[in-house]
């Protein structure tokens, strides 16, 4: 019987080990809003993109306890906050694959994929 729940253990320590997380970070601003996202961890860097009105970038990676991402964000050349846009420890609670952001003018929302809700997380200055 240990054996069993030995082998069990394994295998619900390597499903969680394995999910693939993706971010999507969408241009929710106004028709003609140019948003510029530079995005990177401590290990890589996603370097510059630039987003139209209602386009989006993403990413995907398997996720550690430690795994962060931040983004720097401007739109029509005028620089916005840096925000932490992925935490592990902090998403694990709202988004295990299903990692969504948008950027509007009000803020950054995230989207919590067990309510299916977005929560505003970030104000601008």
């Known amino acids: 019987m ?5 082998i069990v253990l394994v295998l619900m320590i ?8 993706t971010v999507r970070v969408e241009n ?3 028709v003609d809003t140019i948003l510029t996202l530079h995005c990177k961890s ?16 993403e990413w ?6 430690n795994t962060k991402y931040w983004c720097s964000i401007t739109w029509n050349n005028i620089p ?3 925000i ?14 299903k990692c969504w952001r948008g950027i509007s003018p009000e803020g950054a929302y995230f989207y919590n994929q067990f ?8 104000r601008w200055n």
């Open 28 to 30: 929710d601003l106004p």
């Open 42 to 57: 401590s290990t890589k860097d996603l370097g510059a993109k630039v987003l139209h009105s209602g386009h989006y970038i």
């Open 60 to 65: 995907s990676f398997q996720p550690n306890r």
């Open 2 to 6: 240990n054996n069993v729940l030995a």
């Open 84 to 97: 932490v846009i992925y935490d592990a420890a902090k998403d694990v609670a709202v988004c295990t694959d």
């Open 14 to 21: 390597t499903s969680v080990k394995a999910t693939i997380t």
């Open 115 to 122: 309510k299916s809700t977005w929560q505003k997380r970030y």
């Open 80 to 82: 916005q906050n840096n």
